[in-house]
């Protein structure tokens, strides 16, 4: 995957390095899943501990249909991270859609309590949490 790069110039540098996370982001978003995973699995390699590669690798396991691998890898971004807001989110609709409401609620308690970046897309994010947060509750989930 990486080795696409070298064509990119008619001498390239031995010293450039791929960057794996990207590539692995560019990857997802044409639903080449597969080979997104290995280059966030690359990244790993590399950093062991990068969050955000750990995160995308999560919404891509989520994608194929593995949702017991994202919310493995989920938690693991929250071992590191403890605020993750994409972990909080994305835990909260897999667990969601496994039937778990309580913990459904607290994952999104926690990502409207998180730091967030701004953006058009993040807003989304968090309307879509309230929400589906006070419709837990209005359907009878109490907060603990």
């Known amino acids: 995957m990486a080795w696409w790069r070298i064509w990119e110039s008619d001498r390239p540098s031995r010293e450039a390095k791929p ?8 990857l997802a978003r044409k639903e080449r899943f597969h080979d997104a995973l290995t280059s966030f699995r690359l990244a790993l390699k ?3 501990d990068d969050v955000a590669s750990i995160e ?7 994608r194929i249909g593995l949702p ?8 693991r971004a929250l071992e590191l ?8 989110y994305g ?3 897999i667990t969601l859609t496994r039937g778990d409401r309580e913990e459904a609620a607290g994952h999104l308690e926690l990502f409207l309590e998180a730091d967030k970046p701004g ?10 949490a309230r929400s589906t947060l006070e419709r837990l ?8």
């Open 68 to 75: 017991e691998e994202a919310m493995k890898t989920y938690r």
């Open 19 to 26: 960057d794996y996370y990207e590539e692995g982001v560019h």
């Open 137 to 144: 509750r209005a359907e009878g989930f109490e907060e603990a």
């Open 56 to 62: 995308q690798m999560a919404v891509v396991y989520t």
């Open 91 to 93: 835990l909260a609709f």
């Open 81 to 88: 991270r403890p605020d993750s807001a994409s972990a909080h």
């Open 46 to 48: 590399e950093r062991p």
């Open 119 to 128: 953006g058009e897309e993040v807003e989304q994010r968090v309307e879509h």
